[in-house]
T-cell receptor
Framework: AQSVSQHNHHVILSEAASLELGCNYS??????LFWYVQYPGQHLQLLLK??????LVKGIKGFEAEFIKSKFSFNLRKPSVQWSDTAEYFC?????????FGDGTTLTVKP | KAGVTQTPRYLIKTRGQQVTLSCSPI?????VSWYQQTPGQGLQFLFE???????NKGNFPGRFSGRQFSNSRSEMNVSTLELGDSALYLC?????????????FGSGTRLTVV
């Protein structure tokens, strides 16, 4: 069965700190990779996506993610977080007609 | 484009009752997927509809069912509600594949079973 692991359930950072959220998936082959974000009281929205090509992808609001095929990983990064980045972040993997989501990581940014 | 519209936003039901939730996808999107979101288990896939046909189904009991209409609007139904069915139910719209190129999500229906 497909599985997606997000290493941290809750991350607390101060403003201007750097962020890295881990995501690993359990299967090989061709996959499409996604990060979604859910701000408090809002709906899930797509942050960035990777299909092929340059393994470093840039998304909205200064976020980026790196696909490392050999490690089955797709980690999300941001050089300097803001209080407004407080949200829940979900990694998702699409393969063979099916999307699987990680359990999510709650990020709290302290002003 | 209008976003994905889910109604109602909130529901409170009693154990044993049944409930119907509605989702209108983005215009032109033919695939509608439903997910259950709970704090402990993240997003769990319920089912996906495409052109009025269920294409995929998750590991939920038969009490959970759905359908899709010719205009791509979708409904999901939960019969004989249990306390554990309390969750946020999300509808996700995509052009064709089941999130192959990413989903657009609705705001969800918050179901509370008492």
């Amino acid at each position: 069965a497909q599985s997606v692991s997000q290493h941290n359930h809750h991350v607390i950072l101060s403003e201007a700190a750097s962020l890295e959220l881990g995501c690993n998936y359990s299967y090989g082959g061709t996959v499409n990779l996604f990060w979604y974000v859910q701000y408090p009281g809002q709906h899930l929205q797509l942050l960035l996506k990777y299909f092929s090509g340059d393994p470093l992808v840039k998304g909205i609001k200064g976020f980026e993610a790196e696909f490392i095929k050999s490690k089955f990983s797709f980690n999300l990064r941001k050089p300097s977080v803001q209080w407004s980045d407080t949200a829940e972040y979900f990694c998702a993997v699409w393969r063979a007609g099916k999307s699987t989501f990680g359990d999510g990581t709650t990020l709290t940014v302290k002003p | 484009k209008a976003g994905v519209t889910q109604t109602p936003r909130y529901l409170i039901k009693t154990r044993g009752q049944q409930v119907t939730l509605s989702c209108s996808p983005i215009s032109g999107h033919r695939s509608v997927s439903w997910y259950q979101q709970t704090p402990g288990q993240g997003l769990q896939f319920l089912f996906e509809y495409f052109s009025e046909t269920q294409r995929n189904k998750g590991n939920f009991p038969g009490r959970f069912s759905g359908r899709q209409f010719s205009n791509s609007r979708s409904e999901m139904n939960v019969s004989t509600l249990e306390l554990g069915d309390s969750a946020l139910y999300l509808c996700a719209s995509s052009l064709e594949g089941q999130g192959e190129y990413g989903y657009t999500f609705g705001s969800g229906t918050r179901l509370t079973v008492v």
